[in-house]
C-alpha cells in the first residue's frame, strides 16, 4: 500500500508541478533553490528529474521567483487535499508493467507539430530501442523549434507530411514570408531501406567498412535539420541538424552512429552574438567531454568552408559526424544535449535584433551572403548529396534549406574598411569565440 500511495502521489506531483513549472523556470531560480524547493513539497516525490523549460525570455527575476514560488505552493496544496482520496482509490490505479512508459510517449506524441513518422503503437513496442528514443527526440526538438520561432514571428507553420514508397518518411514544417523569417524550415524524415551503392560509396570513403548480404545494406535512417533565413540583415541565419544511423551487416550485427552539429551565419560580424551561441554549444560539449567542443568548433570551421571561395560559410558552431563511441547511450546523451540548445542558443538573438534598422546596401549584402550559403549547400553539403542519392527522397525537402530570394553579382568585392569587408576578414580567417 505504501508503494502504491508513493506513486500516485508522484505522478500527480509530476504532473501539476508540470504545468505550474514550465513558463517560469527558465531564469527563475538558480536549478539547486529549484531543486530544494521541490524537494520541500514532498521528500517521497523524486521531482528533481522534472525536466526544466529551456527558454522562457518573458519572465525573469523576482517576478519568475515569485510565479514559481506560487506554483510550488499551488502543488503542496493540491497533494495535501488528493492524499486521503488517492489512499481510498489505490487499487484502480496501480500500472502495469510498461504501462506508464506507452502512456508517456502517446502523450508526448500529442504535443508534436504532427503524429510521427513512424506509427505510436510501433513506437510503444519498441520503446527502448535507439531508434526510437531518437525518432521522439527529432519530433520533440521540430516542434520546440518551430512554436519558438512561431511566438518570435506571429505567423503559423505549414506542416507537410510525406511518404517515400521505398520505406519511411518525413514532417517537413515550413514558414515563408513571415513577419520576421523570410524562410524558415524544420524538417524531420526517418526514412529505411536498402543503401544504394552511391550512398554506401560515400559512407566508405569516411572509413566505414560495410559489408553487405546479396549486395544489399538494409539501413534506417533518421534526423531533424532547420535552415532559418530572417529578412532584416541584423538577424543571422542558424542551420543545426542532429542525425541517427543504423546499418545491418551480412551477419545480422548493426553499424550505428550519431552526426550532426549547430552553426550561425551572420550577414554582419557582431562579437557579441557569437561568443553567446559558442557558449551555449561549449556548455552543452562540456558536459560529456571537455575535448568535445574545441574539436567538433574547428571540425565545423572545416565542414562549413567554401574552398573555391577561400572562406567559411559563416561564425561556426559546432560539427561532428561518425559518432560511435564511448558508447550508444553516452552518444545519444551528448546528441540529447547538443538538440536541446538550438532554442537557447539562437532565439535570443533574434529577440535583441528583431527591431534593428536596415538599409538597401545592407540588404543587398544579405542577398550576395545568401548566394555563397546556396553555392556550398549545392557544392558540398553531405546531407544535400546523401538525400539526392537516396531512391525516393523528396526534393522540396532535401532543398527546403536554400534561401527564398539571393544575389549572384559579378567581381563584388567589399569596400576596404567597411562593415562588409569585415566579416568577409572574419570568414576567411574564423576566430576562437570563447
Request: with cysteine; hydrophobic share 35%.
Amino acid at each position: 500500500m505504501a508503494t502504491t500511495v508513493l506513486w500516485s502521489i508522484n505522478r500527480t506531483a509530476r504532473a501539476t508541478a508540470r504545468k505550474c513549472f514550465l513558463p517560469y523556470s527558465k531564469g527563475a531560480l538558480p536549478v539547486d533553490s529549484q531543486r530544494a524547493l521541490f524537494h520541500n513539497i514532498s521528500v517521497h516525490s523524486r521531482l528533481t528529474s522534472l525536466p526544466t523549460a529551456r527558454w522562457a525570455p518573458k519572465v525573469t527575476g523576482v517576478r519568475g521567483a515569485l510565479l514559481f514560488a506560487g506554483a510550488a505552493a499551488s502543488v503542496a496544496g493540491f497533494l495535501a487535499g488528493v492524499i486521503h482520496f488517492q489512499r481510498a482509490e489505490m487499487a484502480s490505479v496501480i500500472p502495469k508493467a510498461g504501462e506508464e512508459d506507452n502512456t508517456e510517449i502517446a502523450a508526448k506524441c500529442k504535443t508534436f507539430m504532427s503524429p510521427p513518422c513512424t506509427d505510436v503503437k510501433v513506437l510503444q513496442q519498441r520503446k527502448g530501442e535507439m531508434s526510437t528514443r531518437m525518432e521522439m527526440l527529432i519530433m520533440e526538438t521540430q516542434a520546440e523549434f518551430c512554436r519558438a520561432l512561431e511566438e518570435v514571428d506571429g505567423g503559423k507553420f505549414q506542416v507537410d507530411r510525406w511518404e517515400r514508397k521505398e520505406g519511411g518518411g518525413g514532417i517537413s514544417c515550413v514558414l515563408q514570408d513571415g513577419k520576421v523569417f523570410e524562410k524558415a524550415g524544420v524538417n524531420v524524415s526517418v526514412v529505411f531501406g536498402n543503401l544504394t551503392e552511391e550512398a554506401a560509396k560515400q559512407m566508405r570513403s569516411r572509413g566505414k567498412v560495410l559489408k553487405g548480404k546479396d549486395g544489399k545494406l538494409p539501413f534506417c535512417a533518421m534526423g531533424v535539420s532547420s535552415v532559418i533565413h530572417p529578412k532584416n540583415p541584423h538577424v543571422p541565419t542558424v542551420h543545426f541538424n542532429y542525425r541517427y544511423f543504423e546499418i545491418e551487416e551480412e551477419d545480422g550485427t548493426k553499424q550505428w552512429w550519431f552526426g550532426g552539429g549547430t552553426d550561425l551565419t551572420p550577414t554582419y560580424i557582431n562579437e557579441e552574438d557569437a561568443a553567446q551561441f559558442h557558449s551555449v554549444l561549449k556548455e552543452a560539449c562540456d558536459k560529456h567531454h571537455p575535448q568535445y567542443y574545441p574539436d567538433f568548433k574547428k571540425w565545423c570551421d572545416r565542414y562549413f568552408y567554401i574552398r573555391h571561395r577561400d572562406e567559411t560559410r559563416g561564425v561556426g558552431g559546432i560539427f561532428f559526424d561518425d559518432l560511435d563511441s564511448p558508447g550508444q547511450e553516452e552518444a545519444f546523451a551528448f546528441v540529447k544535449s547538443c538538440a536541446e540548445t538550438v532554442v537557447p542558443c539562437y532565439l535570443p538573438i533574434v529577440w535583441k535584433h528583431l527591431d534593428d534598422a536596415f538599409s538597401p546596401e545592407e540588404k543587398d549584402w544579405q542577398q550576395v551572403r545568401r548566394g555563397r550559403y546556396v553555392e556550398f549547400n549545392l557544392v558540398y553539403d553531405r546531407g544535400v548529396k546523401f538525400g539526392l542519392a537516396t531512391p525516393g527522397s523528396r526534393i522540396e525537402s532535401i532543398l527546403m534549406s536554400l534561401p527564398l530570394t539571393a544575389k549572384w553579382e559579378y567581381m563584388h568585392e567589399p569596400p576596404k574598411g567597411t562593415r562588409e569587408a569585415e566579416m568577409q576578414e572574419v570568414l576567411r580567417n574564423p576566430r576562437e569565440w570563447v
